[in-house]
């Protein structure tokens, strides 16, 4: 039993959500005690974003978003802390920010980059930070990518029922959870990076409200097939991905042309729901259930075109659980700091094909 606090900024680039949480049990049972989102400071998102692509003197720029967004974390931590003293919390698990996701790129090693200076947020904050949670599995040769599924499998397995779990971040990843046998995961794809990516250029908002302007669109079909040829979708896992390969860059080849930017809008929506829709029934085709977390899960558009998809699965979100949508991923690295603290491997090696179990993590200590 202990309290932790997880932080999670992710491949949207929205901000960071934190949750201050409760882990008995060995991390079996959770409750979110406190929760605070905050969007990124603009400069901050831009650079960010920047950093994701090649560019000038990138050592010293991530140096200095690395700092940024520990200062930004501190800030998340004042707020779910409240009235909590900080020596009642063992430990800050700190996702960081992904700007480079290469896993077995190079010379069959490569690396994954999650910036954050987590010596500059145990300084500020005096609680143990514990960050850096893929470079081992990537060390090991796995893809470092995704580690929710141990975090979903303890939460949402059922003994009598094939369950799923669908994350809609920036990129989509599922977690499998047969009624037996072993857990599966992968990235499916992109989800509100390229969502957003496209709403911002166009219409300046940083995201589609409720997918209000997809709906307005009609989906080309012909478009929709070109982007589906992408080799990603149809590789086998253990398989991972971001922004490194899909940018906005990924569509431009065939989008910049004359096609108007609303059914641009819904064919993204649809390779969303379709990509994901079909990873589950290739991979699972036994589920029946399907929960569903990430902000993502407020664009109702694509809901409901997973709905239509995929009959016979009842679709359902994770705030009926008891886990909001948007606390999902910062729960999981809380867990997964917990597990470094009490020496459990956090990956799951038939998700992310690494050579075995580890404990996932980097422990800068309070003092
Ligand atoms: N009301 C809404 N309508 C449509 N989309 C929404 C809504 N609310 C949030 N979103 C989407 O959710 C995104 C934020 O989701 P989330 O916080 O899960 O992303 P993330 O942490 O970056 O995810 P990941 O780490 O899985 O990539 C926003 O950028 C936006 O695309
Ligand atoms: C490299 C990286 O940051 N990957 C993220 C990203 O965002 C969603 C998807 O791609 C997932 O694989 C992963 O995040 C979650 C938290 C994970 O590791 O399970």
């Known amino acids: 039993m202990g309290f932790y606090i997880g932080l999670m900024s992710g491949t949207s680039l929205d901000g960071i959500d934190a949750v201050l949480v409760d882990l008995a049990e060995g991390g079996k049972t959770l409750t979110v005690l406190a929760h605070s989102h905050a969007p990124f400071a603009p400069e901050l998102r831009s650079e960010l974003l920047a950093l994701n692509a090649p560019g000038d003197n990138e050592l010293h720029r991530a140096a200095l978003a690395a700092n940024a967004l520990a200062l930004a974390c501190e800030e998340r931590i004042e ?35 999650q910036l954050l200076n987590g010596a500059l947020l145990a300084e500020r904050c005096g609680i143990d930070v514990v960050c850096d949670f893929r470079s081992r599995d990537v060390a090991a040769n796995g893809q470092g990518a995704p580690l929710v599924p141990a975090f979903h499998a303890a939460l949402f397995a059922q003994p009598d029922m094939a369950t799923a779990v669908l994350n809609l971040g920036g990129i989509a990843n599922l977690t499998l959870l047969p009624a037996e046998g072993p857990v599966l995961g992968f990235d499916c794809g992109p989800a509100n990076a390229l969502l957003d990516g496209w709403c911002e250029r166009h219409t300046g908002q940083p995201y589609d409200e409720g997918g209000r302007w997809a709906a307005s669109g009609r989906v080309d079909e012909a478009l929709l097939a070109q982007w589906l040829a992408e080799p990603y979708f149809a590789r086998r896992p253990p398989k991972s991905t971001g922004r490194d390969l899909f940018s906005l860059d990924w569509l431009d080849p065939q989008t910049l042309t004359s096609r108007d930017a609303a059914d641009v809008q819904a064919t993204l929506a649809e390779l ?26 407020h664009n109702t558009h694509v809901m409901q075109r997973l709905t239509a998809l995929l009959p016979g699965i009842r679709i ?11 606390q999902v991923e910062a729960a999981a690295f809380a867990w997964l700091a917990q597990a470094f603290l009490e020496k459990r491997p956090g990956n799951l090696p038939e998700v992310t094909g690494a050579q075995g179990p580890r404990v996932l993590g980097a422990l800068y200590p309070a003092r």
Request: proline residues 3%; aromatic residues 4%.
């Open 316 to 326: 359902r979100l994770t705030d009926e659980a008891g886990l909001q949508v948007t």
């Open 79 to 113: 707020a779910v802390l409240g009235g909590t003293s900080r020596a009642q919390v063992r430990a800050i698990g700190a996702h960081g920010q992904t700007v480079r996701h290469r896993p077995g790129a190079f010379d069959g090693i490569g690396y994954t980059c």
């Open 272 to 297: 969303t729901a379709r990509s994901v829709a079909a990873d589950l029934v290739r991979h699972a085709p036994a589920s029946r259930q399907l929960w569903v977390c990430g902000g993502g899960a």
